[in-house]
């Protein structure tokens, strides 16, 4: 039976990101602007010695030529980009064509 954990990508450190990014928003709570969250959560990966990059630029290219730049909210360890977003509420659907593209 295949589960989400059956194909979750650097599983271990995904779990600690996911923590705190939770941690993130159980003291800083809702309402913020995204950046907030962003730096927050820079300040938490850096504690825990986990190597971050804010807005680390990311070349995008298509059949072998370069077709534009893209900025990662956060590249954590080269391994995952995180981009951080901030709303009152979520909307059925947002979220999954989102993790689909990435």
């Known amino acids: 039976m295949d589960t ?5 990508l650097y599983k271990d450190l995904s779990y ?8 993130v928003h159980s003291v800083l709570g809702h309402g913020f602007l ?3 969250y962003e730096r927050a959560l820079m300040v938490l990966l850096r504690k825990e010695n986990i190597a971050a990059v804010q807005q ?5 290219s298509f ?4 077709v534009g730049d893209y ?3 956060i590249l ?6 995180l981009e951080i977003k901030s709303a009152e ?8 064509p989102k993790l689909l593209t990435i």
């Open 71 to 73: 900025y990662a909210d």
């Open 76 to 81: 954590i360890e080269n391994k995952i980009i």
């Open 89 to 96: 509420q979520i909307i059925d659907g947002y979220i999954e």
């Open 63 to 66: 059949e072998g030529e370069v």
């Open 56 to 60: 680390a630029p990311i070349t995008v």
């Open 16 to 23: 600690r990101i996911i923590g705190l990014a939770m941690r």
């Open 4 to 8: 989400n954990e059956d194909i979750i």
């Open 34 to 36: 995204e950046k907030v």
